[in-house]
């Protein structure tokens, strides 16, 4: 109930302006490909995920978050990509790698490889890493001491 004048009400609730912008922050999401990295940002920005085409080259997202604003950079990660992967690091505040928790060994020891030259690269060994231990609900799932 308003006990204001008629006017004073009306500016109360229609004149605040805009609210104010919610911070934004530039990630970028790697893994090898297949690890599930466009079906998290499909999930995350409630798109569908049916149709899913692995990512060739690079894709970006805005993901919406109550407080911020995730912009995911996602790169590729077919063995002639993941070479590049470095030229799009630049502007990073943080990463997200996505690994396949029940691929084979070897596909393991190539994603271990690279999260370690991710964790090394000048522009990212100091960014937090999230590193997401996907496909879980795969019989073949490792856990994360396994992983």
Do not use: M
Not at 32 to 48: D, N, P, R, V, Y
């Amino acid at each position: 109930v308003c006990f204001a004048l008629p006017w004073q009400c009306f500016r109360a609730l229609c004149c605040k302006g805009p609210p104010p912008p919610r911070p934004e922050y530039d990630l970028v999401c790697i893994g090898l490909s297949g690890s599930g990295k466009t079906s998290l940002l499909s999930q995350l920005c409630s798109e569908s995920s049916e149709n899913i085409v692995s990512t060739t080259g690079f894709s970006i997202k805005a993901v919406p978050f109550q407080n911020a604003i995730l912009n995911v950079k996602e790169l590729g990660g077919a063995d002639n990509i993941r070479k590049y992967w470095s030229r799009y690091y630049q502007g990073s505040q943080g990463v997200i790698f996505v690994l396949d928790s029940a691929s084979s060994e070897d596909d393991l020891e190539t994603a271990r490889n690279e999260l370690h030259s991710a964790l090394q690269h000048p522009q990212l060994c100091t960014l937090p890493f999230l590193i997401l231990a996907n496909h879980q609900d795969k019989p073949a799932a490792r856990s994360v001491q396994e992983v």
